[in-house]
């Protein structure tokens, strides 16, 4: 009997030590992905933070479109995993500057104020064609001189982005998600919920990046499948070069080349 105590007296030990030694490896595993994704998202414990949303075209009152509600749902959660506090506001009441508080923006340049105006100053790459009519370009991205329709249904766009506008070291982010259709935006937000520690992989932690997503086949898929088109950060955050300085940038070229 003594025996049997003294072999399995160190194998408990063992295991006892073993034991405590995984939990604390993954407690401090959990601690650094926590993190990174706080300082990712710009939400340390107890911050607060911003949801600012449009409000659906169809009524004069502020209504939140359907889909939108769901991104909200999925922004709501990773702010949640954040340790941190939110306020859902409405865009029009949206009237302070960016770089104090963690701000999500969801919604297009049309119903969205706020949108259009991180837009005009965040993103002055970006064109979004504002007809209300019933053309074909309606909603329409233009990025670089490349042009991006939307088919309603079946080929729809959106914007996702992380900006700090070059400001201060400690100045939070701006996530934008602007679609050419509200279920863009659910496929945005869950698109980052998914895929954060991937973005983070590549852009780090403090990186601003912009990229195109394409959400394929809404109308019988909803918002799960979508397509990386393209990282287009530098076409986006840098302000096209007007027509009349190309062009007279190009005569100046050619008087010196005929010199």
Known sequence: MTDNLREIVPAVLAAGIAATLGWFARARLHKYRQGRRQRFFGLPHHSECLLVVDRETSTGEWAVARNDVFALLELSALIKDCGANVDVIPHDMAQQGFGERTEFCIGGPVSNRRMAAHIQSLLPGVAVDTDSGSSPDRGAFTIGGERHLMEKGTREHVLLAR?????????????????????????????????????????????????????????????????????????????????????????????????
């Open 163 to 259: 900006l700090t506008a070059g400001q201060d070291e400690g100045s939070r982010p701006v996530f934008l998600m602007c679609g050419q259709h509200s279920i863009t935006h659910q496929a945005a937000a869950r698109h980052l919920a998914r895929h954060h520690t991937r973005l983070m992989r590549k852009y780090g932690t403090s990186g601003d990046f912009c990229v195109l997503l394409r959400v394929v086949n809404s109308q019988a898929y909803g918002p799960d499948v979508v397509e990386l088109v393209a990282d287009v950060t530098r076409a986006a955050t840098t302000a096209p070069v007007p027509a009349s300085e190309s062009a007279s940038g190009g005569r100046r070229g050619s008087r010196r080349a005929s010199s």
